[in-house]
């Protein structure tokens, strides 16, 4: 079975600039999770998505972050402009079910470093 | 609201014992148990849904107790391959938020 498939793995750019993270759950997942992870710290949740639709985006900066999930499946992660503090790794993971039981797999993230 | 993650750090020798402690303040649906290795994704270790709970496999388990305040993660002759940050993610009643401790590096040295 494919794991969660994320790009790009790194990328580098100037506060104030644009990004696109990319996120391809495993098949048949309803389920979608984008969180970021500081260094140092534990996953926070910015958003998810039960399959097109959004479950919780309470932690998303609505003013720079957005994230879509077209057709229940892909997913972009979106932000602009970029700030310094905005440097973290992208997690994207997904599950079969929104359950409280679910296990959900991660992807290995894309790493955003803003200079 | 954050789960409470401790010890931050521990260092084991290979074949050592290590309890590592996730709390929270208010009556837990759910706890979730990972391992992330540096660079790479977190994997899933295990979940524990109902109080007095205990589970585990091969040689790491994990407990919840009556209150559901409090999760353990037990690791027993612990192996180099234990190395990493274990993470609890925890699930409170009524909610779908996976919201994660701090984390607790644990190293396995020869």
């Known amino acids: 079975e494919a794991g969660v498939a994320q790009s790009p793995r790194y990328k580098i750019i100037e506060k104030r600039q644009s990004v696109a993270f990319w996120c391809n759950p495993i098949s048949g997942h309803a389920t979608l999770y984008w969180y970021q992870q500081i260094l140092g710290q534990g996953p926070k949740l910015l958003i998810q998505f039960q399959n097109n639709g959004v479950v919780d985006d309470s932690q998303l900066p609505k003013d720079r972050f957005s994230a879509e999930r077209l057709k229940g499946v892909d997913s972009t992660l979106k932000i602009q402009p970029a700030k310094l503090e905005d440097s973290a790794v992208y997690l994207c993971?997904?599950?079969?079910?929104?359950?409280?039981?679910?296990?959900?797999?991660f992807g290995q993230g894309t790493r955003l470093t803003v200079v | 609201q954050q789960p409470v993650q401790s010890p931050q750090a521990v260092i084991l020798r290979e074949g050592e014992d290590a309890v590592i402690n996730c709390s929270s303040s208010k009556a837990l649906y759910s706890v979730h148990w990972y391992r992330q290795k540096h660079g790479e994704a977190p994997v899933f270790l295990m979940i524990l849904l109902k109080g007095g709970e205990q589970k585990g496999h091969d040689k790491i388990s994990a407990s919840f107790n009556e209150k559901k305040q409090q999760s353990s993660l037990y690791l027993t002759a612990s192996q180099l391959s234990y190395s990493g940050t274990y993470f609890c993610?925890?699930?409170?009643?009524?909610?779908?938020?996976?919201?994660f401790g701090k984390g607790t590096k644990l190293s396995v040295i020869p």
């Open positions: 993971a997904s599950s079969p079910a929104s359950g409280h039981n679910t296990e959900a797999f």
């Open positions: 993610g925890t699930r409170g009643a009524g909610s779908y938020q996976l919201t």
